[in-house]
């Protein structure tokens, strides 16, 4: 999850509420068209600060960019007046394209914004400012910033949109498709446009920069059908060959190459190709001749060429003709033959080839068992659906959720027949749950039911079809993970089902276990639907989508799936201290109480509330007299002044200490535990420190990280072994738990996972039972990363012990240590931190030594070149501590302002933009911070 800290601020007060968005009346700010076009690779800028009544001193301004008039495809950066230009793009466009986005972006010291013109040639640039942030914050106010997947900025906002909107800039759409976070539009003069993410350059516009509106698919004309599988695309074209872009990591795009492609190119060797789909990373394609080529994945044998070795270029199906069309579940791939058989090739764990479970391999067709008749195939995961010419259904493969439809909750690896049903029109599928709309416009569901998706009133699965409520006069059916919607003959939608992120389209993102209307939806023509986000074709040719749009894939405004600069958290002052689990955050106040945002999968936020996420603080119910807070994954925990703990959400592995493992969306005492100084947390395991020196410890066990001697999970707290005089407690970053116990006699226990010699014995096994780790003396802090320990003497040198692949050990190799050596060159450190796999010295002239992984330019040296030994973090002085969140890293200053440096996709640096950086940036507006909590 990708998360960054939380800062609260002890000062900086003004009229207005600093660090929130302050809306204006908008207004032009800049208009090319009225002067020249901005230069190939030239720049503009525009005055924000002190302008049109916005205060002279703002942190960042709101407004949105239009790009007019472009002579060649480019994209334009918008960055802080007088600062470096970052790399990244605020809106993508193609020659004599109008395109616009929103932006938020840090405001020069002169107040204003440039925009760069990375292109060849000239454009026109509109600014429409909307709204400004004020620096800093209100006394012991906090702000947080980066992702928001689970509403948890808690200024709230929310990355889905529970109503629809129009999808920009697309008019005469014939077809829609979508896959992971990128969705495609086929226009009815056969060009393409794409919007979405781009990681892998699956938008196919030539770069990987993501686009929050359409941008066109490069060089493509004459194309009839997409289809679409995670990050790859695919184009057929009326000449009846391929076009293929976006990730090739199995051989997806099938041109024999193993790279990437951000422009699309030609399948190698197909022609008369009259159908495409793909699936599982493999893509299939019909022939005119009736034979089926397939290329990409093949673990499973579902490429059906006898092997399960991946192609890069397209091999014929073994055995195949007279096809008719082709379906694809999950690694297995089914042909509907023209004489209504069916063959099925590909993974066979659960029946899904049903052919009786024969001695066949799967990796060369076999034909599905007893039928004939077929019309159709509708395949969902590890189950398949076979429609007869008499209108019953047949159904094979999966059966735990009674997806089967014939009474059972067991899998089939031969068809058996869907009760109950005849006078089938069509049937579609998906998340285990199936549906089949009658020849009267009726509709039946069955199986999986766990957020009301069968539509009859009741979230309990059901083995054979029952009536969805209410639905007459239903046209088609469309169904996604949990979630289904009708489409009625009159062109509006029913919806019904689960709606964390809104995809029921009503408004709200409560579920409903019946059909109940998408709001402002008239003349709808389709549906699409891609796991949570939905599209509806009208039959103007536009389009209208809802639901998830983390990654941009909807193509529409009015959603937050991030924030790059500090936002206020609404409503909360008088912060202590804060805390974040995987996708929940908490403060807790001055006045003992503790308050939540963010998801609630498993009753986390604490309130007793039925939501999935609240995108605002809630607060834990019943909690009083707290004195710190920690989070773990999906669990809480709060330390009360009476030395006693609460805790509360996820109890998968006994976390709660309560001696179940039932989930709890309210605090409940941690069993015998009394005299507390202390809480930490880890992978399911929680520790207290007690005040006579003495630990406690309680959840996850597999590694021996209770230190009692077992591997036994407990659900309530027991002592781990030969324990005292503990002052500090510190557990790995890694799944592999280890815990390191720094006693007063500067000496350190560890117990746990030992594998990489994370325990500083001299050997490489785990331990149930606190050692001694090895030649440490006079030490004053711990920090870890996954896998790594590092040792804070008193003298201000700094051992390390563990795994060292990425030279974080700082000795100037790779090697793992299974015992304490010294970091090269660290004299005068003050104070440690360390990452997933780097690792930073705070030294006493407030300069930062940094070692490790430089991927992402974590070390911030200005490179991302390996080093094994530390280097200085470029630019620092002054600095008074150092937080690492993930391979984010935050440096507060003497100054009380922040810098941060390393990953920022998804705006977690702070600084307002983007990508990353190798050097440190500060992040705006942040005045006065007292505190930064990862």
Do not use: C
């Not at 920069?209 to 995670?230: E, F, H, K, M």
């Not at 350190?748 to 090895?774: C, F, H, I, N, Y």
């Not at 430089?854 to 002085?877: H, M």
């Amino acid at each position: 999850m990708l998360t960054s800290p939380v800062a609260v601020a002890e000062t900086y007060a003004k009229p207005t509420v600093p660090g929130a968005l302050v809306p204006v009346t908008p207004f032009r700010a800049l208009d090319t068209r009225t002067s020249a076009a901005v230069r190939p690779d030239g720049s503009v800028s525009f005055q924000a600060g002190g302008a049109h009544g916005i205060p002279a001193k703002v942190s960042a301004v709101t407004f949105n960019l239009t790009v007019t008039e472009p002579r060649l495809i480019g994209f334009i950066t918008a960055y802080a007046s007088g600062t470096q230009r970052p790399g990244s793009s605020n809106v993508n466009f193609l020659a004599g394209q109008t395109v616009a986005n929103s932006v938020t972006v840090p405001v020069g010291a002169d107040g204003k914004v440039t925009l760069f013109n990375r292109s060849y040639g000239t454009t026109h640039l509109i600014a429409d400012v909307s709204g400004y942030y004020l620096p800093g914050a209100s006394r012991n106010s906090a702000l947080t910033w980066g992702d928001n997947r689970f509403s948890q900025l808690g200024n709230g906002t929310t990355p889905y949109r529970s109503t629809p909107a129009a999808v920009s800039g697309l008019r005469g759409v014939k077809a829609l498709a979508g896959a992971g976070g990128t969705s495609y539009a086929l226009l009815s003069d056969g060009t393409l446009r794409a919007w979405g993410s781009n990681e892998y350059g699956q938008l196919g516009n030539g770069t990987t920069s993501s686009s929050t509106t359409p941008v066109q698919v490069s060089g493509l004309t004459g194309v009839t059908s997409i289809a679409a599988d995670w990050s790859t695309a695919y184009a057929l074209l009326k000449d009846g060959t391929v076009r293929s872009w976006g990730s090739n990591t199995s051989g997806e795009l099938g041109n024999g190459s193993v790279y990437a492609s951000s422009s699309p190119v030609q399948v190698k060797g197909l022609t008369g190709v009259t159908a495409l789909t793909a699936g599982s990373g493999a893509a299939y394609a019909l022939l005119k001749d009736g034979t089926v080529r397939s290329w990409g994945y093949n673990w499973g044998g579902q490429l059906g060429n006898g092997t399960t070795a991946n192609s890069y270029v397209p091999v014929q199906v073994k055995g195949l003709t007279g096809v008719r069309s082709i379906a694809v579940g999950s690694s297995t791939a089914y042909a509907l033959l023209n004489d209504g058989t069916v063959r099925a090739w590909g993974f066979d764990n659960g029946g899904q080839l049903g052919n009786g479970g024969g001695a066949d391999d799967g990796r060369t067709p076999v034909q599905v068992q007893g039928l004939t008749g077929v019309t159709t195939l509708t395949a969902d995961g590890g189950v398949t659906y076979a429609l007869l010419k008499d209108g019953t259904v047949r159904a094979w493969g999966y059966g735990s959720s009674g997806q089967l439809g014939n009474g059972t909750t067991g899998n089939s690896n031969v068809p058996v027949q869907v009760k109950g049903l005849n006078a089938v029109a069509s049937i579609t599928a998906g998340g285990g749950t199936a549906y089949a709309r009658l020849l009267d416009g009726t509709v039946r569901a069955w199986g999986g039911n766990w957020y009301g998706q069968l539509g009859n009133g009741t979230t309990g699965d059901s083995n054979v079809p029952v009536q969805v409520d209410g639905l007459t006069g239903v046209s088609a059916v469309t169904a996604a993970i949990g979630t289904a919607y009708a489409l009625l003959n009159d062109g509006t939608i029913r919806a019904w089902g689960g709606n964390r992120v809104g995809q029921l389209g009503n408004g709200t993102h409560a579920d409903r276990n019946i059909p109940g209307p998408v709001k402002t939806i008239s003349g709808a023509t389709s549906i699409t639907a891609t796991a949570f986000s939905v599209f509806t074709l009208l039959a103007d040719g536009t389009v209208r989508a809802w639901g998830d749009n983390y990654d941009r894939q909807l193509g529409v405004s009015g959603t937050a799936p991030f924030s790059s600069l500090p936002v206020g958290i609404s409503g909360l002052s008088g912060v202590a201290m804060a805390a974040q689990g995987a996708a929940t955050k908490y403060a807790l106040l001055a006045d003992g109480t503790v308050w939540a945002w963010g998801s609630n999968s498993n009753g986390q936020l604490g309130s007793g509330m039925a939501i999935y996420d609240s995108s605002v603080p809630v607060r834990v119910r019943g909690i009083t007299g707290a004195v710190s807070v920690m989070a773990d994954g999906g669990t809480a925990y709060a330390l009360l002044a009476d030395g006693t703990v609460l805790a509360w959400g996820e109890n998968s592995r006994g976390q709660l200490g309560n001696g179940t493992t039932t989930d709890s969306s309210t605090p409940v005492p941690v069993q015998g535990l009394a005299g507390v100084s202390s809480i930490t947390a880890s992978n399911g395991t929680a520790y207290a420190r007690l005040l006579d020196g003495t630990v406690r410890a309680w959840g996850g066990n597999q590694f021996g990280q209770l230190g009692d001697g077992t591997t036994d999970r407990r659900s309530i707290p027991v002592q781990a072994k030969g324990l005292s005089g503990v002052t500090s407690l510190k557990v790995s970053l890694s799944e592999y738990v280890v815990v390191y116990a720094v006693l007063g006699d500067g000496t350190v226990r560890a117990w746990g996972s030992g594998t990489s010699g994370e325990l500083g014995t001299g050997t490489m096994t785990d331990s149930t039972v606190p050692v001694q780790v090895a030649g440490l003396a006079g030490v004053a802090s711990i920090a870890t990363g996954k896998g790594t320990a590092y040792a804070l003497l008193k003298d201000g040198t700094v051992r390390v012990w563990g795994s060292g692949g990425y030279g974080q050990l700082g000795n100037g190799t790779n090697d793992d240590a299974s015992t304490p050596i010294p970091v090269k060159g660290i004299i005068g450190a003050t104070s440690i931190a360390a990452g997933e796999s780097a690792a930073y010295a705070l030294l006493r002239d407030g300069t930062v030594r940094a070692w490790g992984n430089n991927r992402l330019g974590e070390l911030g040296d200005g490179t991302t070149s390996y080093t094994g030994a530390p280097v200085q973090v470029k630019g620092l002085t002054g600095v008074t501590s150092i937080t690492v969140n993930g391979r984010a890293i935050f440096a507060l200053m003497s100054d009380k302002s922040v810098r941060a440096w390393g990953a920022g996709p998804h705006g977690q640096l702070g600084n307002g933009a983007t990508a990353g950086t190798s050097t440190p940036v500060e992040v705006p507006g942040l005045i006065g911070v007292a505190s930064l909590w990862p």
